[in-house]
């Protein structure tokens, strides 16, 4: 009998695996076994295709050893692998090492892979693992796995769900004699539907752009809204499962690694367990060692939000309507025209008082009226002046019609427009960050760009990411976010009725991500998500998740404001209405007439000195005068 079976546990061999790369594995329950029990039931040489072979002798009582040393079968492999466990040398119960079997499979990861690949397990006619099937973590752990008894001609499985979420043994007969067998008969798919399992679900609450949950009872939530929360309903739909929604621990973050090596947030509850999987954590490195992720379900990047400009009214917007070196062109052209006025003078021999030129040119300038001159000017006395007038006149027409503009409307404050631009930014200039205790304080802690540093040594950090856009309204601060965040925001709280805010989003982005759905390594429902996932973003349905979060958020905001009988905001589409001059906008002419107070003071003080040194100066050369004549 033992010789049929080895023939046709090879025919299995050759039938479902043709082109499969083979790890043969004899694990043995006795400490010193006999040479004899080490050998294989079937003969490798019987095997007439070509396959990668690597045959290996373990120790259930060592099942923790590392063969990350063995070359990687996936290196090799043409469509698939498989493992050809043999157990010889257990007793018929449940042995304390067989509890060890499903860690001896993990330590193979590197070279099979246990929820894509497939195992065989052979084992002794009188040796029954029904109990191990149904255990976990061994009937969770490892997907595609058959049990086949020596002198039975049927398999035994896991049926992951069938028994109302639970575990059970799915028994079937064993086909042979057909050509190009299809591994799907032999390796059925049992996870098609999840049989009304209920799936813990770790929800990162600080992440309200993309989840949020609503408190039910005293230890239940369910989720009310986001991307994340539209996903899993989708997929739960297909499956046949249901959610139990938790915040995840220490705060609702993603996932935070502690100095003592303790994972926090979502990350850390599916290491520890508590969950199945954890939703709205983006794919970092670190993360990625420890836990696996789904297909994405949304992406993002990090931005920096802004007020509005800062409008600055000042004295000097009566000099603002031209550039610097725009006046000082003006002040050489009048030096300039004066000499050339007084050398024409000169060549035509009249005289006019040096002042007077001086008056006449910044009269005409100044587009005011000027005296006759004492003498008729000749011709081109004539035509230079009246090329000055017609500058004067430009010149005169462009200032007046650019400072009413500056005098309105001044001009705003220059907002940092790029990460680097906000690095340079002096240190009155706020920086904070959306903490959502996950990948972007992690990224921008350990980046070594030096201008993402200074920004990290500035910066502050908020928890509630509407209440980092709100701070950052009428200030000169910015919020460093993910670029859902702001979305979320705006949608929320901080639009108007015309959909405008008080906020300009930079340009600039930095740290792109993925975020999705996170399991443990080799979960065996991940492609099952991955299936769904991967056909929502595919046909578009992604794009439309998003419109119904945003329009959930604008219904929501809506029943509020007729509730409370206000509008969470003004509307910022009414911001270019016309705007009463005040003082602050006329402040420039008050100092200039301050200005001419102060210098015609000056002129009166030194007129009267002059005057008065003037007629001391004459009495006393007529007392000089008189003693002489006497």
């Known amino acids: 009998m033992q010789k049929s079976v080895n023939l046709e546990l090879a025919a299995i061999i050759q039938d479902y695996f ?43 009582s060592n099942a923790n050893k590392s063969y990350h040393d ?76 058959v049990v086949i008894s020596s002198g039975d001609k049927t398999y035994k499985t896991t049926c992951f769900y069938c028994n109302m979420g639970q575990p059970s043994i799915y028994k079937r007969k064993i086909p042979f004699g057909r050509v190009k067998q299809n591994i799907a008969i032999l390796f059925p798919d049992l996870l098609k539907d999840f049989h009304g399992k209920t799936i813990s679900v770790s929800t990162a609450t600080l992440s309200t752009s993309v989840t949020e949950l609503q408190k039910t009872g005293p230890r239940t939530w369910k989720n009310i809204r986001g991307i994340f929360g539209t996903a899993v309903e989708h997929v739960s739909a ?9 915040p995840s621990i220490g705060g609702g973050g993603t996932g935070l690694k502690l100095e003592n090596g303790t994972w926090v947030g979502a990350v850390g509850d599916v290491i520890s367990g508590r969950a199945d999987i954890g939703n709205a954590v983006a794919r970092i490195y670190i993360r990625n060692l420890h836990v696996g992720y789904t297909f994405p379900v949304c992406y993002a990047w990090l931005t920096f939000t802004t007020g509005l400009p800062q409008r600055r009214y000042s004295w000097k917007a009566i000099y603002w309507p031209f550039t610097p070196m725009m006046w000082l062109c003006i002040f050489l052209t009048v030096v300039l025209s004066y000499f050339t006025n007084s050398i024409l003078l000169t060549l035509t021999g009249q005289e006019i008082p040096k002042a007077t030129q001086i008056l006449y040119i910044l009269q005409i300038l100044m587009l005011q009226g000027t005296p006759n001159p004492e003498k008729r000017p000749l011709s081109s006395i004539r035509t230079f002046i009246a090329f000055w007038l017609l500058f004067a006149f430009l010149i005169s027409s462009i200032y007046q019609s650019k400072l009413v503009s500056t005098l309105a409307f001044p001009i705003k404050s220059e907002l940092p427009k790029t990460f680097k ?62 670029n859902t965040a702001v ?27 993925s975020a999705a759905f996170i399991l443990k390594k080799r979960a065996l429902f991940r492609l099952k998500f991955d299936k769904v996932l991967f056909w929502a973003m595919d046909m578009g349905l992604a794009d439309e998740w998003w419109r119904i979060d945003y329009r959930f958020l604008k219904r929501r905001r809506r ?18 209405e016309i705007e009463n001059l005040s003082m602050k906008h006329l402040i420039g002419t008050f100092y200039l007439l301050m200005f001419g107070l102060l210098a015609a003071l000056t002129c009166f003080v030194v007129e009267k000195v002059w005057d008065l040194r003037s007629n001391t100066s004459a009495k006393i050369g007529i007392a000089n005068a008189n003693r002489v004549v006497s």
């Open 18 to 60: 043709p082109s499969c790369s083979l790890l043969l594995i004899v694990l043995s329950g006795d400490p010193t076994p006999p040479t004899a029990q080490l050998n294989f039931p079937i003969n490798i040489e019987s095997l007439q295709q070509e396959k990668y072979i690597i045959e290996l002798e373990g120790d259930l």
């Open 70 to 145: 063995t070359v990687d079968v996936h290196k090799h492999r043409d469509k698939c692998t498989y493992a050809l466990i043999s157990l010889v040398g257990f007793e018929n119960e449940p042995n304390r090492n067989l509890v060890n079997l499903y860690s001896f499979v993990k330590c193979l990861d590197g070279l099979i892979k246990s929820d894509e690949d497939y195992f065989i397990f052979y084992v002794e006619e009188r040796f029954n693992l029904d109990w191990l099937l149904i255990s976990e973590p061994f009937a969770l752990g490892i997907k595609y796995k």
């Open 238 to 246: 297909k499956y046949n499962f249901s959610c139990k929604f938790s």
């Open 421 to 482: 631009e906000l690095a340079s930014t002096s240190h009155t200039f706020g920086i904070l960050l959306h903490y959502a205790r996950g990948a972007a304080y992690s990224m921008f802690k350990t980046n070594t760009n030096p201008d993402i540093h200074r920004i990290f040594k500035r910066m502050e950090l908020e928890e509630n990411d509407v209440k980092c856009f709100q701070r950052v309204i009428g200030t000169t601060a910015a919020c460093v976010s993910w």
């Open 487 to 513: 979305k979320f925001a705006l949608h929320q709280n901080l639009s108007d009725n015309f959909g405008q805010a008080q906020l300009i989003t930079a340009p600039d982005t930095t740290g792109f991500i």
């Open 559 to 576: 029943l509020w404001e007729q509730g409370a009988n206000e509008k969470k905001v003004s509307d910022s589409g009414k911001q270019t």
